[in-house]
């Protein structure tokens, strides 16, 4: 997965990352050159290397050892109910930073809870039953769940994931598509 450049002219998304990232310095910074960290998510118009905050959470897990921190993570991914096939793709996706673009924790955790959530309501709006009660709950519970685990995402990601994020296609357009299922959840009788 390419690292987002942004673009001098991309101010919106410059402030974004600012407030959400922080930049990748020092040992870290040698140990994702190496490939042993997540690659910079993102990297600012003056050259700044941007990263989430838990970047280096999974060497602390391994114990400061890096050699360890891709043992750590399939053990984890694995551990969280990931299937074993997905491990050495979900790893080097992570590798290459763009996990950090979509979750609050880019950990082996927050990706198997993202791909489950998505498969989730990827199959709700294949069979789309807005009267079923069963359904909308479903549907909103599943999308609540994973806005509360991805960010905003940055404008210019729809351009470097080639359209839109899965933010727009699966918390965004079931909102606008069902609104229904949302304002059933605030009524008194709902």
Request: net charge negative; hydrophobic share 45%; charged share 25%.
């Amino acid at each position: 997965m390419p690292v987002a450049y942004l673009p001098p002219d991309a101010l919106n998304d410059v402030a974004y990352v600012r407030a959400w990232f922080r930049p990748l310095e020092g040992a870290a910074a040698e140990l994702a050159e190496r490939g042993l960290l997540p690659r910079p998510t993102y990297v600012l118009p003056d050259g700044t290397p941007m990263v989430p905050e838990a970047h280096a959470a999974l060497l602390e897990d391994a114990g400061g050892d890096p050699e360890r921190v891709a043992d750590r993570f399939r053990e984890r991914f694995l551990a969280a109910g990931g299937a074993p096939a997905d491990v050495e793709e979900e790893l080097g996706g992570w590798l290459g930073g763009g996990y950090g673009a979509c979750l609050r924790d880019p950990s082996p955790e927050g990706i198997v809870a993202k791909n489950a959530l998505m498969t989730a309501i990827g199959a709700l709006l294949a069979a789309p039953a807005p009267d079923d009660g069963g359904w909308r709950g479903a549907l909103r519970g599943a999308v609540d769940a994973l806005d509360a685990l991805e960010l905003p995402f940055a404008a210019y990601d729809r351009e470097r994931f080639g359209g839109p994020v899965s933010r727009d296609r699966l918390i965004t357009a079931p909102r606008e598509r069902y609104p229904q299922v949302w304002e059933a959840a605030l009524s008194p009788s709902a």
